[in-house]
């Protein structure tokens, strides 16, 4: 059984940053991409981030220049470094795991985690 666990999250005011954190527990095949994703109030999930095996990145164009995905393997964790942050960051950000190379906008994710809380303030 593989568990996420997401942590890092809390409370900046714009022009901050935050670095998340995710531990994964478990197996993950080494062929799956891991990823951020974000979801505010109201509005659909949106991916923010992900990271193939090969190192292969990407980024939507809101978060581009600004959010940084990282992975260390040999901890098990995936990181999220997000500069610059705005309001419109604040969100439940997640880091999940696909079979599907660059699913970026998550339409196959079998395993996430609980979440941490982002918000930005003005």
């Known amino acids: 059984q593989v568990q996420l666990v997401e942590s890092g999250g809390g409370s900046v005011q714009a022009g901050g940053s935050l670095r998340l954190s995710c531990t994964v527990y478990?197996?993950?095949?080494?062929?799956?991409?891991m990823g951020w994703f974000r979801q505010a109030p109201g509005k659909e999930r949106e991916g923010v981030a992900t990271?193939?095996?090969?190192?292969?990145?990407n980024y939507p164009n809101s978060v581009k220049g600004r959010f940084t995905i990282s992975k260390d393997n040999a901890k098990n964790t995936l990181y999220l470094q997000m500069n610059a942050l705005k309001p419109e960051d604040t969100a439940m950000y997640y880091c999940?795991?696909?079979?599907?190379?660059?699913?970026?906008?998550?339409?196959?994710?079998?395993?996430w985690g609980q979440g941490t809380l982002v918000t930005v303030s003005s």
């Open positions: 999940a795991a696909s079979p599907v190379a660059g699913d970026l906008e998550g339409r196959y994710l079998e395993v």
């Open positions: 478990g197996h993950i095949h080494s062929t799956y991409c």
């Open positions: 990271i193939e095996r090969d190192g292969t990145i």
